[in-house]
């Protein structure tokens, strides 16, 4: 998980109430994304940045907003929680160079909304 | 709609060798990748394939066949530390980018 942090860990939200999840990276890289993952499966992808100033919605985007605020932030932000968004969240960097490939994680926002 | 399937749970032995398969349908392909994930951590990256056949690292193989949509994680030589959820995920073309299609994941079980 280095270069990617995220921030809160955990949060516990009642229904209606709005938060902002924050993610950063340190590597300078272009391409940040957001994802969702519910128990036993896989990652959902919730809105994407190609770059600095650029978003775009996924599979999942409905009741989320984001903002590319540099280069390093990308936040996401719920405006009215709804008990089907507890979930984890994932913030993630996509490699450059020869590592385009890969996907760098960060630790993740473990969410439950009430 | 795109979807991959990956079997949910497999069990093995310390020290034998285990393979996860991954058959996918997407619309478009770029390669398949396999992640790990430890409980309660974040997927880290293990190995990708653009191409049809074999590549090794370490004690870690992923094979891919296009032709069959088709592909598998191997595992030799198991630790209890490879006990983990192991996903495969394709790359798929959006708009003037790309995104990762995931599967649900298979829980790899490790007995002493």
């Known amino acids: 998980n280095a270069g990617v942090t995220q921030t809160p860990k955990f949060q516990v939200l009642k229904t209606g109430q709005s938060m902002t999840l924050q993610c950063a990276q340190d590597m300078n890289h272009n391409s940040m994304y957001w994802y969702r993952q519910d128990p036993g499966m896989g990652l959902r992808l919730i809105y994407y940045?190609?770059?600095?100033?650029?978003?775009d919605k996924g599979e999942v985007p409905n009741g989320y907003n984001v903002s590319r605020l540099n280069k390093r932030e990308f936040s996401l932000r719920l405006e009215s929680a709804a008990p089907s968004q507890t979930s984890v969240y994932f913030c993630?960097?996509?490699?450059?160079?020869?590592?385009?490939?890969?996907?760098?994680f960060g630790p993740g926002t473990r969410l439950l909304v009430l | 709609g795109q979807s991959l399937e990956q079997p949910s749970e497999v069990t093995a032995v310390e020290g034998a060798i285990v393979q996860i398969n991954c058959t996918y349908q997407?619309?478009?392909?770029?390669?398949l990748s396999w992640y790990q994930q430890h409980d309660g951590g974040a997927p880290t990256f293990l190995s990708y394939n653009a191409l049809d056949g074999l590549e090794e690292t370490g004690r870690f193989s992923s094979f891919l066949s296009r032709s069959d949509s088709y592909g598998y994680l191997l595992l030799q030589e198991l630790q209890m530390k490879d006990s983990a959820s192991y996903f495969c995920?394709?790359?798929?073309?959006?708009?003037?980018?790309?995104?990762?299609?995931w599967g649900a994941g298979t829980k790899l079980i490790i007995k002493p």
């Open positions: 995920a394709v790359r798929v073309p959006m708009d003037s980018n790309y995104q990762l299609i």
């Open positions: 940045s190609a770059s600095e100033g650029t978003t």
């Open positions: 993630a960097i996509l490699g450059v160079g020869g590592a385009q490939e890969t996907q760098y």
């Open positions: 997407t619309s478009g392909f770029y390669g």
